[in-house]
């Protein structure tokens, strides 16, 4: 159950429940550290897309056609076009709905309808349950005529997790998540594009941040950008040799198939895809990457230099090139690019990663920043403006129950070992702030789960400050 509840509170979530005609919305959550899924299988067939089997039950039709695309994982374009309204594909593009199904099925086996929680006209509140116990609570509605296409849809935990006695202020959330392991954390405010402390704890050195090191390659993206290399519609061709392992979902696309840059960024931020990752990586060359670094802020940047992929980072930890390790943790800047030569031939099919269940070197093969490091980035994206901002807030980490900020910027990290949080918010007020913090144990898995919504705790404490 709890893999399960971290893909849909902290790693995915689609929305859009609205009236016939009503704006529909979207809100995807993504937390680094699940794998992808096996997307092999056709469309789901109990109802064809854009039909419906049962006239006098159109909505009865629809949620079982939803709980059979969970079980298979797999939707044609066309078919997604024929069964949601124009209004939710405007908000809910294909390439960010289909990654949100793989997910949900890759966890559950054997999803089936279960209770009716609310239901009225075309809309209802119904529970999805697997097989295996996870379950998913859905707000579908649909229109009131044939075909009867799916016009809104919210996906949320069936079972939210929730914290045992939520720290009441920052001090105590604090103390709690420095229980768990080392902590590095400040809480900031924003003031004229300026970092200044609130709280904070640990030794302020640079601090493993896994995943969340990708706000530095989204900065060299739109660096480039900027200084018109290519464009945020440049189409990137997907190579067989750039694929990584998950997390992310562009790993299963066939060699051949483009996506814009916008859209594998987009899949970088809101999946943690390290496929996307990578292409960005060769895209814009690792020497841009590492420029990045220092225009943006970094204080140290020579602890990421020379730039690993997400490929080569996991190489170094698992698999042939493992045994390498050492003589990477120990080597020069020349000599960890000669390791970097040496294991270029490295595929995924060539890392076992289910031995990844125990930390491997995360203090000290993996990319290293400060809370201020990762607050300046997160600042200086934030006013390149859009797509950037967008790119940003496709992810907000955790919901915002509250309702307590005008926006929400996020990415997050994290590997057996390493749970890094970091969010840009805004208040309602116009006040910013940056919540940025790295828990680290090389000894055994964190609880991630629970380090995350301690992180969280910090965040909606701000919206009070």
């Not at 159950?1 to 790693?11: A, D, E, V």
């Not at 854009?50 to 039950?57: D, L, R, V």
């Not at 720290?167 to 809480?187: F, I, N, Q, W």
């Not at 020497?287 to 970094?298: F, N, P, R, T, W």
Request: aromatic letters at 6%; glycine letters at 8%.
């Amino acid at each position: 159950m709890r893999r399960l509840l971290t893909i849909l509170l902290t790693l995915v979530l689609v929305a859009g429940c609205a009236d016939n005609g009503a704006d529909t919305t979207t809100s995807t959550t993504v937390t680094p550290g699940t794998s992808a899924p096996d997307t092999t299988g056709a469309p789901p067939t109990s109802a064809a897309p854009g039909t419906t089997s049962g006239e006098e039950a159109p909505l009865d039709t629809r949620v079982a056609w939803l709980a059979e695309l969970f079980n298979l994982g797999a939707l044609e374009e066309s078919d997604y076009q024929a069964t949601f309204t124009q209004e939710f594909i405007d908000a809910v593009p294909y390439p960010d709905f289909l990654p949100i199904v793989q997910q949900i099925s890759a966890v559950g086996q054997g999803w089936s309808v279960g209770e009716f929680e609310s239901r009225e006209g075309n809309e209802a509140t119904v529970l999805l349950e697997s097989a295996d116990g996870q379950s998913v609570r859905a707000l579908i509605s649909i229109e009131g005529d044939v075909p009867h296409r799916i016009s809104g849809l919210l996906l949320q935990p069936g079972e939210p997790p929730t914290l045992e006695d939520p720290p009441k202020d920052l001090e105590s959330a604090v103390t709690r998540l420095d229980g768990m392991g080392a902590l590095e954390l400040t809480v900031m405010e924003v003031e004229g594009g300026q970092c200044e402390p609130i709280t904070t704890a640990g030794s302020g050195e640079p601090a493993p941040v896994a995943s969340a090191i990708k706000l530095f390659v989204l900065a060299a993206v739109a660096d480039a950008v900027e200084a018109g290399e290519f464009d945020w519609d440049t189409d990137i061709t997907i190579q067989e040799d750039l694929k990584s392992v998950p997390t992310g979902v562009l790993q299963k696309e066939e060699e051949g198939v483009t996506f814009s840059v916008r859209e594998v960024a987009e899949t970088m931020i809101a999946f943690s895809d390290n496929t996307g990752t990578d292409h960005l990586i060769d895209l814009v060359g690792r020497e841009a990457v590492e420029q990045a670094l220092i225009d943006h802020g970094m204080e140290d940047p020579g602890r990421n230099i020379p730039f690993m992929n997400t490929m080569e980072l996991t190489a170094l930890k698992l698999g042939p090139a493992s045994g390498l390790a050492t003589q990477w943790i120990d080597a020069d800047e020349a000599g960890r690019r000669s390791i970097l030569e040496q294991i270029s031939d490295i595929t995924p099919a060539d890392i076992p990663l289910a031995e990844f269940g125990e930390p491997k070197h995360p203090d000290s093969i993996e990319w290293f920043a400060t809370p201020a490091d990762m607050c300046r980035v997160l600042v200086d994206l934030w006013e390149m403006g859009e797509p950037v901002t967008q790119i940003l807030t496709i992810n907000p980490g955790l919901p915002d129950e509250a309702a307590a900020f005008e926006s929400i910027a996020f990415k997050g990290g994290s590997e057996p070992g390493v749970v890094s949080m970091n969010w840009l918010v805004e208040r309602t007020d116009g006040r910013q702030f940056v919540i940025a913090g790295s828990l680290v144990d090389p000894e055994q898995p964190l609880d991630e789960l629970e380090a995350s919504l301690l992180f969280g705790a910090l965040r909606d404490l701000v919206a009070d400050l």
